[in-house]
Structure formats: C-alpha cells, structure tokens
Nanobody, 124 residues
Framework: QVQLVESGGGVVQAGGSLRLSCSAS????????LGWFRQAPGKERDPVAA???????YYADSVKGRFTISKDNDKNTVYLQIHSLKPEDTALYYC??????????????????WGQGTQVTVSS
C-alpha cells in the first residue's frame, strides 16, 4: 500500500506561482508512475501531468509550458511547479501513483493510489 500526502496549495493571485508536493510512504516510488490531477467544483477530474519511472514527463495540453512535474526518488516525493497561474487553475489538486505499466499516464482510472488533495485557489 502506498500512502500519498499532498501539500503546498493555497490562495495566490493570478500570474503567481506555486509548488505542490506529494510525499509518499509505504513503498519506494522508483518503479511507479506518478500523476497530478485536478478537479474544479462541479467539474470532472482532469489530468494535469505525469512522470514515469524513467522520469519522462507527460502533460495535458491545457498546462503545457506553465506546469512542470518532477520527482525526487530519494525523498519519495513528486512535485508540481506551477507558473503564471490563472483563475481557471482553481481546483483541488490530487497526486496519484501506480506501478508503471508503460501506458495510460494521464488516465486517472488506471491509478491505484490517491492522496486527499490540496486546494489551489487563484484570485483575479
């Protein structure tokens, strides 16, 4: 079992930056794919970014160029750096993990472990 705990969310003005962190316990993340997803009120959960076990990264088109996913295997932590925040980025951000199968990195239903989420609110 993998337990995931997100942190780093908050209220930020449009144009600002945040770095979200997701700390894992219960297993090493070295063989896992890790993803960030977000859900705005009244909307479905959407993929944001993912990183595979070899550190290749994948991004939703809506965040390319503004979001950067990275990981530190020694700290068992995955990060999401967000720049140029927009009000439409307001959402609950979740991290997720799955044993890396080589596919479906941006498909939430293929992930086995989820954190509780961290709220990001962007004011205009």
């Amino acid at each position: 079992q993998v337990q995931l705990v997100e942190s780093g969310g908050g209220v930020v003005q449009a144009g600002g930056s945040l770095r979200l962190s997701c700390s894992a316990s219960g297993d090493t993340l070295r063989t896992y794919a890790l993803g960030w997803f977000r859900q705005a009120p009244g909307k479905e959960r959407d993929p944001v970014a993912a990183i595979d076990q070899w550190s290749a990264t994948y991004y939703a088109d809506s965040v390319k160029g503004r979001f950067t996913i990275s990981k530190d295997n020694d700290k068992n932590t995955v990060y999401l750096q967000i720049h140029s925040l927009k009000p439409e980025d307001t959402a609950l951000y979740y991290c997720a993990a799955k044993l890396d199968s080589g596919t479906y990195y941006l498909v939430g239903r293929h992930y086995d472990y989820w954190g509780q989420g961290t709220q990001v609110t962007v004011s205009s």
